[in-house]
């Protein structure tokens, strides 16, 4: 009798202990550094160092929701995000700092004023439709310690059009890296780190 070969020998000891293809580990190996990044945002970060933005996109079926945590100064200030890890080695280091002190109201009225030309930065459609984004929430923290970044919260939705298309989120370069995590979504939500320019692959309507 024939012999197995070793491509099925590997093939029947995966599915005997339950390893998953090389596909699915390279997903869970990015899924793993997604998560360990956004775990170490979490902490103190110096006000000046130029960290990801963390963002939670839900997408439905007639509306798509982000909730983008980042420091809002960064977006004010015109800082180009891709091309600094400190923002003291930008002309825009004594605009950052202003804003930094301003007290939540201050800079959640600023960045309000500003959104209309902040949100032509945003790189997402439905299909071929590019989406409109408008401010649902800003959550702006307390001035508290000025030498540590202040991450504040950023919820914006847009409509989708009526042809359950899927939807592609991203940014212009200039605002720096992304994390993208997909919520509502099940096991298969869509999560990533996105270089700076980089557009997610297509999102499913849920």
Known sequence: PRHPTAQVLRSNLSSALDIPPVAHL???SRLLQVSMLAAALAGPVKAHEITPAIADVEVGQESVTLSIRMALESLL????LAEVTDSNETPEAALYDQFRAFPPDQLEAVFREAWPRLAQGLQATAGETPLAFQIVEIAVPAVGDIETVRSSILTVSAPLPEDNSPVTIG?????GALVLRQVSAGEDA????LNAGSVSDPLPRT
């Open 77 to 80: 200030a015109g800082i180009n």
């Open 26 to 28: 390279k997903h869970l």
């Open 190 to 193: 869509y999560e990533d780190f």
């Open 171 to 175: 940014w212009q370069a200039s605002y």
